[in-house]
């Protein structure tokens, strides 16, 4: 589902933040996409609507989102970074052959993982989330026998 502007800029607005018309297109178009998309994607999503916003600026606004938790980087085993407007709590799992990133809702594994940090005190540290990255690839499908 496509998010308004005006839910975007009430965003910006409580983060701190004057809505730029390049804050409004970027963070429109990664929260639109439902994808994890790198900073390079994004930029080549918005330039055919808005060839004035340079590559640069899409990578400092990403960084100021962050900066503000609007959105979140998502570190992908393959070493690219990509970023997630998703700020609830999830999992993502990684396809290797893919590069595809998919989340995960799991609200038995975020109780346990709750619970395990609970009983496991980190010395002088507050845990203020958790986020599980797995790694998997596609199975071959198997073919079916006929017997």
């Known amino acids: 589902m496509s ?17 730029t018309q390049q804050r409004l297109v970027i963070y429109k178009a990664l929260h639109d996409s439902r994808q994890h998309l790198s900073a390079e994607q ?24 962050v900066e503000k938790g609007l959105i979140r980087r998502v570190p ?7 970023f997630d407007a998703r ?8 396809c290797e052959d893919t590069g595809e990133i998919m989340d995960w809702d799991d609200a038995e594994l975020n109780a346990l993982l709750a619970e395990y940090l609970k009983k496991k005190q980190l010395p002088g540290l507050e845990v203020v ?3 599980l990255q797995i790694t998997a690839r596609r199975q ?8």
């Open 76 to 82: 992908c085993e393959d070493g690219t970074l990509r």
């Open 140 to 147: 071959a499908s198997k073919p079916d026998t006929e017997a």
């Open 3 to 19: 998010i308004r502007l005006v839910d975007i800029q009430g965003k910006l607005a409580e983060a701190g933040l004057k809505a």
């Open 129 to 131: 989330g958790v986020q």
């Open 87 to 94: 700020m609830d709590m999830h999992h993502h799992i990684f």
């Open 42 to 65: 994004l930029y080549r999503i918005i330039l055919p609507d808005h060839p004035t916003i340079s590559l640069g600026t899409v990578y400092k606004t990403l960084d100021t989102f």
